[in-house]
């Protein structure tokens, strides 16, 4: 297969894995962990205020583990670090979206930003090799 043709599809199976993982992670951590009383998913804006230390726990996880299945699929297809990064770097973007639309206590999103995406790709990465 033409090298830049298997790198899109790596790219686009990652991006489907990904984001697989990462919902279902967030809807399952939801059902452990439920929002506080009387909020909705639909407005977390307005929920945030609420959350408690154990609301973060499940985004986490889910963007972190996101991140790195779909980076690891992008890794096994494409044997390319860049590429295997550049998952990593599309989570981040989303990861930036939500912290710029939903927001979230500064300890959170540090956290998010810094730990849950480039680290998981190059762990992804790493990991196949």
Do not use: C
Not at 23 to 45: A, C, F, N, Q
Not at 51 to 69: C, D, M, N, W, Y
Not at 107 to 121: C, E, H, K, N, V
Request: aromatic fraction near 12%; hydrophobic fraction near 55%.
């Amino acid at each position: 297969m033409h090298p830049i043709l298997k790198g899109i599809l790596a790219f686009i199976a990652g991006v489907v894995v990904g984001n697989i993982v990462n919902l279902s992670l967030i809807y399952l951590g939801m059902e452990v962990i439920p929002l506080p009383e009387g909020t909705s998913i639909i407005d977390l804006k307005s929920a945030i205020p609420l959350f408690e230390t154990k609301h973060f726990i499940s985004p986490f996880v889910a963007h972190a583990a996101g991140t790195f299945l779909g980076a690891f699929t992008t890794a096994k297809i494409s044997k390319n670090f860049w590429l295997t990064m550049s998952m990593g770097a599309f989570f981040l973007v989303g990861g930036i979206v939500m912290v710029l639309d939903v927001g979230g206590p500064t300890w959170f999103i540090l956290l998010d930003l810094i730990g849950a995406y480039l680290p998981m790709a190059y762990l992804a990465f790493r990991i196949t090799k």
